[in-house]
């Protein structure tokens, strides 16, 4: 079974902060992906990779940057957090595209911009 | 764009009744999408439940089942009796197809709560 860590759980910052969320995979797949999710929508894919030094924009990239540093690591960079930004965040895994493949997720980020 | 509608929660059925969870998709740029459940139970990522790519068949998967229809554009998820266990959010999900820029379209969720 795929693991699929992110950090930290939960965490809150000020309108205009500085916050990296971490993500590492275990199981050397190729793609992975930063989604959040709200109330009222579904998960909303933000960016995603296909490898080490890849990024690929999804569709709701505006305010987030992203970078695949490893195989296994794919940070989200809020650069000046804003209140819209406050959301649920998942990272996923998967061996190819997401189009068929099983996408492997981790349990979650809570992010709070006050 | 692609997109996926389905019933949105909160569902309230009491332990061992059946369950019905109803999803509808729009594919715009190929004509067989590929279709998915995921389940997020309390506390976790979200997790395969089941998925399936061939247009008319039925995927299964812990006493869940969703029939892939291509006439009426659904894909319900159904279980005969569910369980206080069976407590999670249900996802709803299209992709696309395979390989480099496949990804897929979510549903809303659906927050099921079991009563005992």
């Known amino acids: 079974e795929a693991a699929v860590t992110q950090s930290p759980r939960n965490k809150v910052t000020v309108t205009g902060g500085n916050v990296t969320l971490s993500c590492r995979q275990t199981?050397?797949?190729?793609?992975m992906y930063w989604y959040r999710q709200d109330t009222g929508h579904g998960l909303r894919l933000i960016h995603y990779s296909y490898g080490a030094g890849n990024l690929q924009i999804g569709d709701v990239p505006d305010g987030y940057k992203a970078t695949r540093t490893t195989q296994e690591d794919f940070f989200l960079l809020l650069e000046l957090a804003s209140p819209s930004q406050t959301s649920l965040y998942f990272c996923?895994?998967?061996?190819?595209?997401?189009?068929?493949?099983?996408?492997?997720f981790g349990s979650g980020t809570r992010l709070t911009v006050l | 764009g692609d997109s996926v509608t389905q019933t949105e929660g909160p569902v309230t059925v009491s332990e061992s009744e059946s369950l019905i969870i109803n999803c509808t998709y729009s594919?715009?740029?190929?004509?067989?999408?590929?279709l998915f459940w995921y389940v997020r139970y309390p506390g976790e990522g979200l997790q395969l439940l089941l998925k399936?790519?061939?247009?008319?068949q039925k995927g299964s998967s812990r006493g869940f089942e969703a029939t892939y229809n291509k006439e009426t554009t659904s894909f319900h998820l159904q279980k005969a009796s569910v369980q206080e266990s069976d407590s999670a959010v249900y996802y709803c999900a299209l992709g696309e197809g395979r390989g480099t820029g496949s990804k897929l379209s979510f549903g809303k969720g659906a927050k099921l709560t079991v009563s005992p």
């Open positions: 199981n050397s797949h190729n793609y």
């Open positions: 594919a715009t740029s190929i004509a067989y999408p590929n």
């Open positions: 996923a895994s998967s061996d190819e595209g997401g189009g068929a493949e099983t996408l492997y």
């Open positions: 399936v790519i061939t247009a008319g």
